[in-house]
């Protein structure tokens, strides 16, 4: 069990496992970090996703790769959809009112897919889906390895835009000073629904690139959101580049932890972590305020 | 005409059928001279997390009760219908319990529930206060028949024999291979169901030679299975053991093929995933793979055609739908002895019941402390892209392939 | 104030006729009502009256719940003399995350979180250690007697949960009236300024979450004497956290009537949608949709009333 060649496979997993995670906690902290709000309808809005991949695959056989940029628009659409229609406009402003219409759409959402959808077991048999690279003893499957290279790759680009478009250096200003930024003629209202719309264009990205190696029901989006949280406190709340290395923190974390806790207790790692962290240093490893 | 209904509709029931279509006035009357219908409460989580097998648990017990009023209803009550009561204890104990207690109110005769087995737990203890008596459908739990509740009785195997029944078959498999299987690793979820099986999976399969090299415990949902498979990879058993639910399940025999995990055979106690789904979308990763599990009798006429009604309404045929239905069936033949819904008659009947609950392969029902002792799984192997059984013998359909050959 | 007075005595009547009258459905509703608004009420007290919101109060709950079952399934204590013992354990768990908590100068979100974590470190805990015996869960037996907490009619335990609903609402009166309930919401609305002010605020805010910490458990126990099954995902899933943050807030948190309210009106629409789905025959495959209609029902109260359903009785708008 403490063979290098195991421990170097189960790091390679973890790493791999890490970059889904990724996309779900960069969605979870740009929506945090801009709104300072904690989105309870994120892992409802991922199985939403999830099931638009599978959809496009069933109905009209498109790969989950070729989907990419069409989910991707489609979810910031729905998000910013959501947020202008539904929880902007309902929430007063007040935060603990966000937190509880987001999880009342939580509910809405998870069963309006069971009743649309149905309880079963959804998943896409992509041929690409047994191929694998052979590094040591680890095997490397090809989705994974995919979605690994796309997730770092999508963040790149998140956080290009961020620093370099308009709107990115406008929903910074928002993220930072709220007033100030609405002083100097910025549409703070637009920038939060532009915000939550990219938030939820992450999920679309992360579904494409988890269906390939794991399912969707009513309620898969779930398993994603705990992990999620605590990779956003990690990195710090608000942070990408710290989204992006708690993501891998964590993925090997898990990875390690089950190997030698096993894959129950393993899981204490996550939530110890997440425990030290917010005792230790609150701002997370990249975050600028508490 | 109100009086004689009965006696008409026995003598010329193909003359009265037509005369009554082509008046249509006739139905009704024929109605209002039935006796009260017995009401059944049918409790199962068809929202949440098990939303899917709630569902196909309410789907068979539903066609059950359409079935036997289609028959003409319980004969030892004068024909009286069935009248499902349908209950959602989505998923949480507390929702299960109050179910009971409404349903009380509308006066059911019997409950049947609850899939999951702590809201199984509760909600039977719930029913005991009335004395009503409760049919566990669907809940592997061995806690539930061994609390020496008198209204709880459950038709299918638990755990416990599920484990014996596997542990016999697979060591009659490796014997007859010549004994290639030495290890086990055993991989289960960890709630109560998966922990128990897992256990006394660990504490028997020595006595067939045997050794359980280790009992891996995951969540509920597990996100990856890529460490599991590492870690049996490395310790490489000659066969995998699992007990857990269907969506990790699939995940994990999709995981172990795809890492090329080379063991004797898969063989699951209770695999929730173990279905027609699985072994038709997923034929190269299901090839192969053994299941303990409540099954259909393949070689019963009525299994088959129930299975086409199923098949031809667009859902599986899962085991929730037929244990469900024969649970719905052992109430009504149980009904027909009683002659009433009295709570202490039927609970007396059914502790009597000698039911043949022939959609499965099970032995004639005999209650010990409200658990059928006549009731058996079957083993099953997925071979080419159809599910087999391949024991026992009396119901086998097939051959089993074990050792299985190496993967590519 | 009288009339306030004389109005809360007559619900209070009404509450005791209330399962003389109605069929056992509905007192088993009436308890469910009354149970998880002692549940919000301690919610209440750290998250409505201190500000000290938390998305893990199961993990109160859970170490209630298994500490008087452990007591009495494997020591043979009777759970009268366990339930004290699972307050304690309640309130100690609470004091540990508090002082951790509160001295690393965990606030709002943070704070929030970091109780949803230990909330499932002891659910992974419970599941792995031998003396909860895991996953497997413990059955208390049933033997239904006063003595031993159980009833065999259940118009007691509609009682019982009465009188805890009773005492949450007069510990939460007690402290809306006192100092120390006004030292709370000044660490709510301003902490800092609390500070200035000369409030201890550590120590009241490690105060507070120990109080709610023992309430909460007491729910634990009482649970597990209910429903004499509990299992690490029972004791410390999220859905119980979820429950008493929501019949709270949408009551109206920080105050002494909102997770009674909130607690009235979501069971309300819980069981009239449900029961929606049993009367409408057209409904009786679409059972989602009764949820479906709750989630609405929970958005449309939040978006009309901002305040919670207690705004509905108060003149003024709230400071927040």
């Known amino acids: 069990m403490f063979d290098p060649q195991i421990i170097f496979a189960g790091v390679l997993n973890g790493l791999l496992a890490g970059g889904v995670y990724v996309l779900v906690a960069v969605g979870l902290t740009l929506i945090y970090g801009v709104l300072h709000i904690i989105n309870f309808a994120h892992g409802s809005l991922l199985m939403l996703a999830m099931y638009a991949v599978f959809w496009l695959w069933r109905l009209l056989g498109v790969d989950p790769y070729v989907a990419l940029p069409l989910v991707i628009a489609g979810a910031f659409g729905f998000g910013w959809l959501l947020y202008r229609g ?45 191929l694998f690279v052979e590094i040591g003893a680890a095997f490397l499957p090809l989705p994974k390895i995919v979605s690994f290279a796309a997730s770092l790759l999508l963040c790149a680009v998140l956080g290009l835009y961020m620093t370099r478009s308009d709107t990115g250096k406008a929903i910074r200003a928002v993220a930072k000073e709220r007033q100030g930024a609405r002083l100097v003629g910025i549409d703070v209202d637009n920038i939060f629904a532009i915000s939550y719309g990219i938030g939820i264009a992450c999920l679309g990205a992360a579904a494409c690139l988890l269906m ?26 608000g942070s990408f580049i710290g989204a992006a290395v708690g993501g891998f923190i964590i993925g090997i974390t898990e990875a390690l932890g089950g190997l030698f806790l096993g894959e129950q207790l393993g899981q204490i790692g996550i939530s110890l972590i997440f425990i030290l962290i917010l005792l230790l240093k609150p701002t997370g490893l990249f975050g600028s305020r508490a | 005409m109100k009086s004689s209904t009965r006696k008409f509709s026995r003598r010329g029931f193909v003359a009265g059928t037509t005369a009554v279509a082509a008046s249509g006035l006739g139905f009704p009357a024929i109605l209002g001279a039935q006796p009260a219908p017995v009401k059944v409460g ?39 219908r069935l009248e499902a009561l349908l209950g959602d204890s989505q998923s949480k104990v507390e929702v299960g319990v109050s179910e009971v207690e409404k349903m009380n109110e509308q006066g059911v005769a019997a409950y049947i529930g609850c899939f999951q087995s702590p809201v199984g737990i509760a909600a039977s203890q719930a029913a005991s206060k009335y004395n009503t008596p409760f049919l566990i459908d669907v809940g592997a739990s061995d806690l539930i028949v061994n609390r020496g509740l008198k209204n709880v009785f459950r038709l299918k195997p638990g755990f416990g024999v599920c484990v014996d029944q596997g542990v016999a078959a697979l060591g009659a498999l490796n014997k007859a291979a010549g004994g290639p299987a030495k290890t086990a690793a055993i991989v289960h979820e960890s709630g109560e169901f998966g922990t128990g099986t897992a256990k006394l999976l660990a504490g028997k399969l020595p006595s067939i030679g045997i050794q359980p090299k280790e009992l891996i415990a995951h969540d509920n949902p597990t996100r990856n299975f890529d460490n599991i498979a590492l870690r049996i990879r490395s310790m490489a058993p000659d066969i995998v053991m699992m007990s857990n639910y269907g969506n990790e399940y699939m995940l994990l025999a999709r995981t172990l093929f795809q890492q090329k995990v080379n063991v004797a055979g898969f063989f699951s106690v209770l695999g929730g995933g173990f ?4 072994v038709k979308e997923m034929p190269d990763v299901s090839q192969y793979m053994m299941d303990v599990n409540h099954w259909y009798n393949p070689r019963s006429d009525k299994a088959n055609a129930l299975k086409k009604r199923v098949e031809a309404g667009g859902a599986l045929f899962t085991f929730e739908v037929y244990l469900s ?22 609970t007396a009947a059914l502790a009597a019941s000698e039911f043949k609950a022939e959609l499965m392969p099970y032995g004639p029902t005999k209650f010990v402390n409200g658990q059928n002792r006549g009731a058996r799984p079957a083993v099953m192997q997925s071979l080419k892209g159809d599910i087999e059984v391949i024991a026992p013998e009396d119901v086998s359909s097939a051959k089993a392939v074990f050792p299985r050959p190496k993967l590519g | 104030m009288s009339r306030t007075a004389l109005l809360c005595l007559a619900a209070l009547a009404a509450a005791l006729v209330y399962p003389l009258l109605v069929p056992n459905y509905l007192v088993n509703i009436g308890m469910l009502m009354l149970f998880t608004a002692f549940l919000g009420q301690s919610w209440n007290l750290a998250g409505g009256y201190a500000g000290q919101t938390s998305f893990g109060h199961v993990v109160f709950f859970g170490v209630g719940a298994y500490t008087s079952t452990i007591l009495q399934v494997t020591y043979g204590w009777n759970p009268w003399l366990a339930w004290p013992i699972a307050m304690l354990a309640g309130g100690a768990v609470g004091w540990m995350i508090a002082v951790l908590s509160f001295r690393a100068g965990l606030r709002g979100s943070y704070f929030a979180l970091i109780t949803l974590a230990f909330a499932e470190v002891f659910r992974i805990l419970a599941n792995s250690v031998p003396f909860t015996r895991g996953g497997l869960g413990m059955l208390i037996k049933a033997d239904q007697r006063p003595e031993n907490f159980q009833f065999k009619d259940s118009i007691w335990i509609y009682y019982l949960a009465l009188a805890l609903c009773v005492i949450s609402l007069l510990i939460a009166w007690q402290i809306a009236r006192g100092r120390f309930g006004a030292r709370l919401v000044a660490i709510r609305e301003n902490e800092d300024a609390a500070r200035a002010l000369g409030i201890d605020v550590f120590a009241e805010k490690v105060k507070v979450l120990t109080l709610s910490g023992a ?15 509990i299992d690490p995902s029972i004791a410390f899933g999220v859905d119980k956290s979820v429950e008493m943050l929501l019949v709270t807030m949408v009551g109206g948190a920080g105050t002494i009537f909102g997770p009674l309210i909130g607690s009235v009106a979501l069971t309300v629409i819980n069981e009239a949608t449900r029961g929606l789905a049993s009367v409408v025959p057209a409904l009786k495959n679409v059972q989602p949709l009764s949820l479906v209609v709750y989630g609405v029902m929970l958005v449309l109260i939040v978006a009309r009333l901002p305040d919670g359903l207690m705004g509905l009785f108060r003149r003024r708008p709230r400071h927040a």
């Open chain 1, 86 to 130: 539904v929880i902007g406009r309902f929430s007063h402003g007040r935060d603990e009112n966000i937190l509880l219409i987001t999880l009342g759409l939580s509910i809405v959402i998870d069963n309006v897919a069971l009743l649309f959808f149905g309880g079963d077991t959804q998943t896409i048999d992509v041929p690409y889906a047994g």
């Open chain 1, 212 to 237: 390939p190696s794991y399912y969707v029901t009513p309620t898969s989006g779930h398993a994603f959101v705990l992990v999620a949280f605590t990779i956003v406190v990690l990195g710090g709340m």
């Open chain 2, 42 to 80: 049918l409790i199962h989580p068809v929202t949440g997390f098990v939303a899917y097998n709630g569902q196909q648990s309410r789907l068979g017990a539903t066609m059950a009760v359409e079935d036997v009023n289609k028959a003409g209803g319980i004969k030892g009550m004068g024909g009286a």
């Open chain 2, 275 to 278: 279905n027609y789904k699985f």
């Open chain 2, 325 to 346: 239905y024969s649970n719905v069936m052992l109430l009504a033949e149980a009904l027909e002895r009683a002659g009433s819904a009295d709570k202490e008659k039927l």
């Open chain 3, 215 to 229: 309430m909460c458990a007491a729910g634990g126990t009482f649970y597990a004497q209910k429903y004499l099954y």
